[in-house]
């Protein structure tokens, strides 16, 4: 079934602005999770995006409780495409949804509270492990300069099988 919403959850931005991309690519009305449970009927047919923590999609359980899921994205830091397995395990995802992984951004100054702290102990731990493996991946390269320096990795690039998935659907 099409998708007649798309709805979100997003920390510091990264996976507001992937709703946005695909909001005009799709034509469809864009809201955050928030906003969604006030104003969209139950079960409504949508696509949700939430930012990674920990492996946990944040707002999916919130989601899937009141909406009818056509399809989740799950933004995080690592590359488009990652983690597909984790991410079905940890969220315990069912059989049968169409799961898209994409690759958000990080950016320490935007974290506050338990989030700056947990990604500044990540920052130590995972960056100086990957800094001190001579032979990077070049995902890895990219995982370090991105705990390194910060960035934005969002691209309607990474967004095609999302919108290949969509252009498939039936009305
Ligand atoms: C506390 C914390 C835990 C995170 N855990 C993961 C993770 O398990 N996997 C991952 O790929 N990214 C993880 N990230 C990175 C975020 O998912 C990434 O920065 C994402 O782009 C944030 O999206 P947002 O800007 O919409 O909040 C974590 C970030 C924070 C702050």
Known sequence: MKPSAIVYTSNTGF?????????????????SLEDALKSLPQSSPIVYLGWLTAGKVQGY???????????????????????MEDVKKSNNLPQGL??????????????????????LVMSKTVAKKLAAKPDRTPDEEDMLDLFQNGGNRVSLENLRPV?????????
């Open 98 to 119: 169409p799961l898209f992984t994409l690759q958000g951004g990080f950016d320490l100054k935007k974290l506050r509270g338990i989030y700056r702290l947990m990604m």
């Open 163 to 171: 919108l290949a998935w969509y252009e498939g659907e039936r009305v």
């Open 61 to 83: 359980d919130k989601a899937v409780t009141k909406f009818n899921l056509q399809a989740l994205c799950a933004v995080g830091m690592a590359k488009s495409g990652f983690q």
């Open 15 to 31: 996976t507001t602005q992937y709703a946005s991309l695909l909001g005009g690519e799709t034509g469809l009305p864009v809201y």
